[in-house]
C-alpha cells in the first residue's frame, strides 16, 4: 500500500517506519496519489500563536476569551484534556482548570498568522477557499504535474511549513469531496493528516452518528433522532422523497452525504459577507452597564477583524436573545461604510435603547454587513455630530499603540464594566 513519511516526504510501500529517516510519523492508504480535495484546520489557533510569542506558556494550559463572565473562544489541548471546549461560560472553564492562562483575543495578530499561512496554501493552488482565520478547504486536483509530487506529499510539505516557518500546527483532511475532506481533519486532531477514499466510503460512514455532518446541531440531531435516525446505516434506511418530504431541503441533502456524494466545488476567493461577533451570558441579564459593557468589546472585535482584512460595512447589526431563547435583531443602515469600533458600538447602542425594555437577554451580539473595501470608508464628517472626526482620530493612533505594545496598552472605561 501507498505510504508518506510527513517528515522526510519519502514515498514509498508501507511500513511501520520511513525507510529513508526512521520517522514513525507515516501515513499510508490505497488512494494516497489520487485524492486531492484537502480540509486544513490549525490546532486550537489561537492559544498556538500566543505560545509562539510566549515560550513560557508553552507547557501551560491557555484559555482564550474573557473575564470570568465572558466566554472561551478557544484553549489549548493541555486545557481542553481538563474539559474546557470553545464557547463554554469562562467561569465553568476556570473551574475546570483553575491554574488556566487566561489571555484577551488578538485578532490583529492572528489574521496576520492567517494571511501567511494563506501565502503558503497559495502556492499550491489558486484554489483556496477560506472557512475562517484558521481553516480552510483547498483543491489541489491537476496540481501533481506542477509541483512534480501528489497532492498528499504538498500537503504534508505546507504542515511541515507552518510548523517550521510559523510556529503552528495544523491537521489535515484530505479525499474526494468536501464533506469527507472536514470530517477527515477532525480524526486525528492535533497535528493529524487522514485520509477517506471512495472505496471506503460506505463502511466509513455506515456506523457513525449523523451529528458528525457538519451543520446538524442539537435540535436537527433531536429532530433526526424523533424519526429514529441517530447513524448514517439508519438514514439509508430512507427513501430519498420520503426524507425531502419530512425534513425539505435538509433531507434532501442528508440522502447524498449518506452516501459520501457532495457535489460542491472549492469556492476561491469567496467574498466575505458579514463580520460579526457574539457572547453568552452565564447568567440572564438586563443590567445596562453590563450589556453596555459588553457591547463595546464586540464593537471593537468587529472593529479589529474588519480593519485586520482592509473591510468597512454600511449596516450595523444588534443580535439579542431573550431569557425564553426568542430572538431579536435590529439593523440600521448607515450613510457612510465604517470600520470604527466608534461608530459601531454608537449604532448598536441606540438599537439596544431601543428594545432595552424586552430584557433580560442571555446573549448580545454585533454585526457588520454590505462589506466594502475600505478605501473611502469613514471619510465624511456627521453634522449632527462634529466629534466624530476628533473621535475616528483618536481611534486610529489608538490602534497604533495597540499594534506596537500590545491590546492591553490602551483600554477604555466602559470595557471594563
Known amino acids: 500500500m501507498p505510504a508518506l513519511c510527513r517528515d522526510c516526504m519519502t514515498t514509498f510501500e508501507s511500513g511501520a517506519r520511513c525507510p529513508d529517516c526512521r520517522s514513525p510519523r507515516t501515513v499510508s492508504h490505497a488512494e494516497l496519489g489520487e485524492l486531492s480535495i484537502a480540509h486544513m484546520d490549525c490546532d486550537a489557533f489561537y492559544a498556538s500563536v500566543e505560545k509562539r510569542e510566549n515560550p513560557a506558556l508553552a507547557g501551560l494550559p491557555v484559555i482564550i476569551g474573557g473575564g470570568r463572565r465572558g466566554v472561551v473562544s478557544t484553549a489549548c489541548y493541555i486545557a481542553r484534556i481538563r474539559g474546557v471546549r470553545s464557547a463554554m461560560p469562562m467561569f465553568k472553564a476556570l473551574d475546570l482548570c483553575p491554574d488556566a492562562v487566561v489571555l484577551k483575543p488578538r485578532m490583529e495578530l492572528y489574521s496576520e498568522v492567517s494571511r501567511q499561512i494563506r501565502a503558503l496554501m497559495e502556492e499550491l493552488t489558486p484554489m483556496v477557499e477560506p472557512l475562517s482565520l484558521d481553516e480552510a478547504f483547498m483543491d489541489l486536483s491537476g496540481t501533481a504535474r506542477l509541483h512534480g509530487a501528489p497532492p498528499a506529499v504538498m500537503l504534508a510539505r505546507l504542515v511541515k511549513r507552518m510548523r517550521d516557518e510559523l510556529g503552528v500546527t495544523g491537521s489535515i483532511g484530505l479525499s474526494y469531496n468536501k464533506f469527507l475532506a472536514k470530517v477527515a481533519s477532525d ?16 463502511a466509513f460512514l455506515r456506523d457513525r452518528p449523523v451529528s458528525l455532518i457538519w451543520g446538524v446541531g442539537d435540535a436537527t440531531r433531536t429532530a433526526l433522532e424523533s424519526a429514529g435516525i ?57 443590567d445596562c452597564d453590563i450589556l453596555d459593557g459588553h457591547l463595546w468589546r464586540l464593537s471593537e472585535k468587529v472593529s479589529d477583524r474588519a480593519k485586520a482584512r482592509a473591510l468597512a460595512g454600511r449596516v450595523v447589526t444588534l443580535k439579542l436573545k431573550r431569557a425564553d431563547h426568542a430572538l431579536l435583531t435590529r439593523r440600521i443602515a448607515l450613510r457612510d461604510a465604517t470600520q470604527m469600533a466608534d461608530m459601531i458600538y454608537r449604532s448598536v447602542r441606540a438599537l439596544l435603547d431601543q428594545v432595552e425594555s424586552q430584557a433580560p437577554y442571555r446573549l448580545i451580539g454585533v ?36 499594534a506596537r505594545f500590545g491590546a492591553q496598552a490602551i483600554l477604555k472605561g466602559r470595557s471594563l464594566r
Do not use: C, Y
Open 367 to 402: 454585526g457588520l454587513s454590505e462589506l466594502v473595501n475600505e478605501a473611502g470608508a469613514d471619510l465624511s464628517g456627521d453634522l449632527l455630530d462634529p466629534e466624530a472626526v476628533r473621535r475616528g482620530q483618536a481611534e486610529r493612533a489608538t490602534d497604533r499603540i495597540r
Open 187 to 202: 480524526l486525528d486532531k492535533p497535528n493529524g493528516f487522514s485520509l477517506i477514499g471512495k472505496a471506503e466510503t460506505d
Open 230 to 286: 441517530r447513524i448514517f446505516a439508519d438514514l439509508l434506511r430512507w427513501d430519498r422523497r420520503d426524507l425531502s418530504a419530512r425534513f425539505g431541503a435538509t433531507g434532501e441533502r442528508l440522502w447524498h452525504l449518506a452516501r459520501g456524494q457532495d457535489p460542491r466545488r472549492i469556492a476561491a476567493n469567496t467574498p466575505v459577507k458579514s463580520i460579526s461577533n457574539e457572547t453568552t451570558f452565564p447568567e440572564d441579564t438586563g
